[in-house]
Structures are given as structure tokens and as C-alpha cells.
């Protein structure tokens, strides 16, 4: 049984797909805060959710790979204005 959507669900959901880069870059920008003071267990929690917007945004396998290996929220940071700047372009 197909599922119909209403056009206001339709809309909704139209207006997520096309909003979806700058969800996740503001989700990952909310991680990396969150990384800086996050220790632990917590820590590998958020590091999850930052490969997870990094998939998203579709950054290189590799990339992602030397991100989490260096374990630096400041490189995460530079990483992401660099994807910024080149967005803006």
C-alpha cells in the first residue's frame, strides 16, 4: 500500500532534501564545540555523530579516516571553514 503525503508533508520534506548540506554542517559545527570538552566515553559518542556529517557532506573516506586518527577537534575546525570557504565559491 503506497503511503500518500499530504502537499504540506510534501513541502516539509522537499524543503529538508533541499537544506540538507547546511544541516549537517550546522549539526558538525555543534559537534566539534561539543568535542573540545567532551572526554571518554562521550567523546567516542561525538566522534560518531562527526563522521556521520562528515559522510553527509561527502568528504573523502581518507579524509575522515586522518580526521578521527588525530583526534583534534581544531583540525576538525580548520576542516570545516576550508569545506565552508570552497562552498561559498
Known sequence: ???????HQQNIIKRYYDNKDAIATQKLQENITELYLAEGKKRATIWKRIIGHLEKLEVPKAQIDHLVAS?????VAKYLERLLAKQDK
Open 1 to 7: 500500500m503506497a503511503k500518500s503525503y499530504t502537499k
Open 71 to 75: 583526534d583534534d577537534a581544531t583540525l
